[in-house]
């Protein structure tokens, strides 16, 4: 009954940018999460938001280039990427958590349903 869709990948050359989008249906959430997953690799935490939009937390790393909103009333989590770079070239996924808790205490056990992941692929 949960659903998340994932849209705005595409391909893009070295130092664009990309606003990715997450549509949630069917079940009510508290946080969600962007998360991405390179070939081979595990999937790796990006951001969070709460559905409120008062708090989110980002990997240390990326939070310069990346920025998390939402519009409550579309029931839409928005991700913008910034000075995109080949090394940022992944599946992107967005997923909803219920878990209690606070958003900078989220781990990826705490998500509960996934998109199909939108595919990012930035040209040297």
């Known amino acids: 009954q949960v659903q998340l869709v994932e849209s705005g990948g595409g391909l893009v050359q070295r130092g664009g940018s990309l606003k990715l989008s997450c549509v949630e249906s069917?079940?009510?959430?508290?946080?969600i999460g962007w998360f991405r997953q390179f070939p081979g690799k595990a999937r790796e935490f990006i951001s969070a938001i709460s559905w409120t939009g008062s708090s989110s937390s980002y990997t240390d790393s990326l939070k310069g280039r990346f920025s998390v909103s939402r519009d409550a009333a579309r029931n839409t989590v928005f991700l913008e990427i910034h000075s995109l770079r080949p090394e940022d070239t992944a599946l992107y996924y967005c997923?909803?958590?219920?878990?209690?808790?606070?958003?900078?205490?989220?781990?990826?056990?705490?998500?509960?349903?996934w998109g199909r992941g939108t595919q990012v692929t930035v040209s040297s």
């Open positions: 997923a909803s958590s219920r878990a209690p808790g606070t958003v900078d205490s989220l781990s990826i056990t705490d998500f509960d349903d």
């Open positions: 069917g079940r009510t959430f508290t946080f």
